[in-house]
């Protein structure tokens, strides 16, 4: 099972730029990972943003986040990266990383996919 970590997050305000990280760690390289970002509000069911293929590069966003945040991979950290700009008020919430081997697909926002997952961070935008 791999193990999962997010760092970064924090609070800022509404218009400003937030970078979170997660690494993947198991016995195999971070690349072969389907690495998703999820987020989650109190009282309501956790979503997915964002997700990236390490092996393909391939990358898949929800409609409330596409031209603000972008994923990617450091391979000198080995860690994938969220990227989020013009944050909004909205996007405040407990922010987590999923992983899951193999890549993604259009299922990416679906949490039962992923059988790891970080112990979230959390991301608060004031307005």
């Known amino acids: 099972q791999a193990q999962v970590a997010e760092s970064g997050g924090g609070s800022v305000q509404a218009g400003g730029s937030l970078k979170l990280s997660c690494t993947v760690t198991?016995?195999?390289?971070?690349?072969?990972?389907?690495v998703a970002w999820f987020r989650q509000v109190e009282g309501k069911e956790r979503e997915g943003v964002a997700a990236?293929?390490?092996?393909?590069?391939?990358?898949y966003y929800t409609d409330s986040v596409k031209d603000r945040f972008t994923v990617s991979v450091d391979n000198a950290k080995e860690a994938y990266l969220l990227q989020m700009n013009s944050l909004k008020p909205e996007d405040t919430a407990i922010y987590y990383c999923?992983?899951?081997?193999?890549?993604?697909?259009?299922?990416?926002?679906?949490?039962?996919?992923?059988?790891?997952w970080g112990q979230g961070t959390q991301v608060t935008v004031s307005s």
């Open positions: 990236m293929s390490g092996s393909d590069n391939r990358t």
């Open positions: 198991s016995g195999v390289s971070h690349l072969y990972y389907c």
């Open positions: 999923a992983a899951a081997f193999g890549v993604c697909g259009p299922w990416f926002a679906k949490a039962n996919f992923y059988p790891a």
